[in-house]
């Protein structure tokens, strides 16, 4: 006996066979978490700084409880925001993408969340949830909150003027490649730093000489009992970088000797100053890469709020 398909049957089979196939690779998608380059990927493509955290190797290497100092000394604001979400980042947040653009911000995180605790934390605060999206007032009038969770583990969030900005945030696709490798790196430029306010007097005869590159990778990686940070710039040209290594060591140099003159310290001094100082640079073709090492004495007393 053979068995005939109408067109209309086997219609219906190709659907039923494509939809099983697009919802394996979905729930594949769901089950996988997301890597680092998939969640700076979601960030709005806009210009400004990104910010990647990677707090479970963080947390493995025991260097979140280094840097937040004691539970004492934690923001009272903060602590209710604990007791009232269930969320504590030390604990739950594994990962961290974050946009700082035209004085607004945006967060992809990943870890755990209790989404009902959030929702009944911004309704409280005086915020409301439609839709999925949680707005609520930030720290000034002006400054509002917005967030969703975008996938069990992936929670995005936005600070803006705009209610509604967390809808900027959405899944692209990853290039890999432009994305820098690491568990903590920053990719910024100059004109960012200087903007931003932030810069420690020590650091701007450095910062005024890479005015001219392209964007500065800041990577932050474990060495020996400490942790060593690394910047790498690129110029236009070989010459371009040869001359930016010229400057830089002797911007550093310079500093290395008021400091000395100042106070009469080693270079290596617990202090934002002395950590400049230390720093080495070296140029390959168009990169030009400069190195700062945190040694253990520097990041206790970072962690203890002495080091300026």
Not at 254 to 273: D, I, M
Not at 282 to 292: A, D, I, K
């Amino acid at each position: 006996m053979r068995f005939h398909l109408h067109p209309f049957q086997l219609a219906t089979a190709l659907l039923v066979l494509c939809g099983a196939i697009l919802g394996g690779v979905y729930w594949m998608r769901r089950g996988k978490a997301m890597s680092s380059a998939e969640l700076v990927a979601m960030l709005p493509g806009r210009a400004g700084t990104i910010v990647y955290l990677d707090f479970a190797s963080a947390r493995r290497a025991g260097l979140l409880g280094l840097l937040n100092g004691s539970e004492s000394e934690q923001d009272a604001d903060y602590r209710q925001f604990v007791a009232r979400t269930r969320f504590d980042y030390q604990r739950d947040l594994d990962a961290a993408a974050i946009l700082f653009a035209g004085g607004e911000e945006f967060f992809v995180l990943r870890g755990r969340f209790d989404w009902k605790s959030l929702e009944a934390y911004a309704e409280q605060q005086g915020g409301n949830c439609q839709g999925g999206v949680c707005r609520m007032s930030g720290s000034r009038p002006e400054r509002r909150i917005s967030f969703y969770l975008d996938q069990d583990d992936v929670l995005d969030l936005a600070v803006s003027t705009e209610g509604e900005a967390v809808r900027q945030i959405h899944a692209r696709d990853a290039r890999p490649g432009d994305t820098p490798t690491g568990a903590v790196w920053v990719k910024t430029s100059a004109q960012a730093i200087t903007a931003s306010g932030l810069l420690p007097e020590p650091a701007r005869p450095l910062l005024a000489s890479v005015a001219g590159t392209r964007p500065i990778v800041f990577t932050l990686s474990a060495r020996g009992a400490g942790l060593v940070l690394e910047a790498q710039l690129d110029c236009q040209d070989p010459p371009a970088a040869t001359q930016l290594e010229a400057q830089l060591e002797t911007s550093t140099a310079t500093l290395r000797t008021e400091l000395a003159q100042q106070n009469g310290a080693a270079a290596n001094t617990p202090s934002v100053g002395g950590l400049l100082a230390s720093g080495t640079f070296h140029c390959e073709r168009n990169r030009v890469t400069g190195e700062w090492p945190l040694p253990a004495q520097f990041l206790a007393t970072l962690g203890e709020g002495g080091a300026n």
